[in-house]
C-alpha cells in the first residue's frame, strides 16, 4: 500500500502539490506559488521549469494545494447589507465598473448605493459621509454645509436635501476620513486635518446619472422684420380696389391706407426631448409653430370711412435638431441647482402666408372670395440659443433667448409665386431673435 501511495507521488505530483491560481480573465492556472507581494504573485509553472510572475491586480483568489484559499477580491458594502466581492476596473461617472466574483464577466454598481470600499492591499474608501447624533443614530449621507443653527446634507435614498439641527449632533466623520466634533468645534484628537464649515460652491457637467433625459415646453415672444410681405400687402390691395372700380364700377372715390409695419413680433411655442451625458454634452429633436401678429394695417377707405380691411397671417411650423453643451453650479444649499446652457441647431421650417379682406372682423368683403389667398413654402434654419435654470431632480424651470437665422425664398399658391405687382418675389424672413420661457421634467437613464 505504501508503494501506491508513493507512485502517486512520484507519477501524479500535480494531485496533491499543484496550487490554483484564478485569474481575473476567468482561466485557471496550475503551479507552486513560491511568493505574493504587494503587486506581484510568483509561481512555478506546474508543466514548465520556470518562474512566471503575475500582476496581482489580475488575480482573484489562490486556493493551495492544502485547500487554504486567500482571495485578492476588493469588497464593496452597500447600503443595504450586502458584499460584493469583486476586482474593481475603474469609476465611470456615478458607477463603478466591476469584475464580479464568479462566472460574470462585467458589471457596474452606482456609487449611490455603496457605503464603503476595501481594497485587496486594505486601504478603506468610505463613499459617504457620518453624521453622529446624540441620541446614537448615525445618518449617512453627504455633508452640503454647515451652519451655526444647522447640517444641510443629501441623505441616502432621497433626492431632497435636508437639514438637522446642529444642536442635537455629536461629531461629523467625513468619507474621507476627517473628523468635527460639534460640541466645542474642535477636531478629534485622532485626526489633525482641518476641515471647511462652509464648502465651496461645486461645478459640475452633471447630475445624478450618466445619461440624463429632459422632456421640456416652452412658449416665446420674438420680432422679425419682413419688408418684402409689406410691400406686397400694399401691391394686393390696389389690385382689389383695381377690380372693384374697373370691373365692378364701384368705390371710384376709395384708395389704400396702408401702415403695416414691416417689423413685426410673433408669439410661439416648443417641445423638445433632450438627452444629456455626464460630461455635459448632449442632443435634443423637438418641434414648434410660431405666428406673426398685427401683420397688417392695410385697409380701403372712402370719404365716408373704411370700407374694407385686409388680415393676413403669417405661420411657421418647424422641426429641428441641436447640440448642447451645459454647465451645473451645484450650491447644495438651495434645493433647485442652477445651471447654463448653450447650443446650435438646424431643422426644417414650413411657412404658411393667408391673406383675406373683410368687410368688418366676422364677414368678407364684396367680392373677396376671388382675392383669398394661402401661400406656403419651406426652408432649413440655423439656429443658437442661450438658457439659464433651475432644476431639481424632477422639475426644471428656464428662460433663454435664442436667434433663428433663415428665409423662405419662394411663397407659392398651387404653381402661383408670390411676387409684387413689380415683379419682385416676395420672401419670408425667418431671422429673428426670440425670448423664451419653460418647464421641464427630467428623469435619469440607466442602459
Known sequence: MKKIF??????????TWADKIYLSKGDIVNGTVTEVTATAIKYNAEDENKLIELSRNDVLKIVYSSGKEVDFYDKIYLLDGEIIKCRIIRVAGVYIEIKPEGNILFDRVSKESIFKIIYDDGNVEKMLDEIYTKDGEIIRGSIIQITDEYIAYDPVGNKTYEHYPRGNLLKIVYADGRTTSLNDETPDKSDNKSVALEPE???????????NIFFLFNIGIGGRRNPKVKDWTNDYAHIYLEYLQNEVGICDNCYVANSTNEYNV??????????FTNYGFGIGLGAGAFTIIDNTDTSIKSEFGEISFMRSDLSVTNIYGALYYKKYCKEYSLKYVPYVLVGIGTGIYWAEYDVEILYDQDHPALYSSLFDKEYSGDTLAVHSIFEVGIEDHFMMFFIGLKYLYGEVETLKSG??????????????????????????????YED
Open 266 to 275: 410673433d408669439i410661439g411655442i416648443e417641445v423638445e426631448t433632450r438627452l
Open 6 to 15: 508513493l507512485l502517486m507521488f512520484i507519477f501524479f505530483p500535480s494531485i
Open 201 to 211: 460652491s461645486k461645478i459640475t457637467t452633471h447630475m445624478d446619472s450618466p445619461w
Open 415 to 444: 404653381h402661383e409665386v408670390m411676387i409684387t405687382r413689380y415683379g419682385a418675389k416676395c420672401t419670408a424672413r425667418l431671422t429673428g431673435v426670440t425670448l423664451y420661457l419653460g418647464i421641464g421634467i427630467h428623469t435619469d
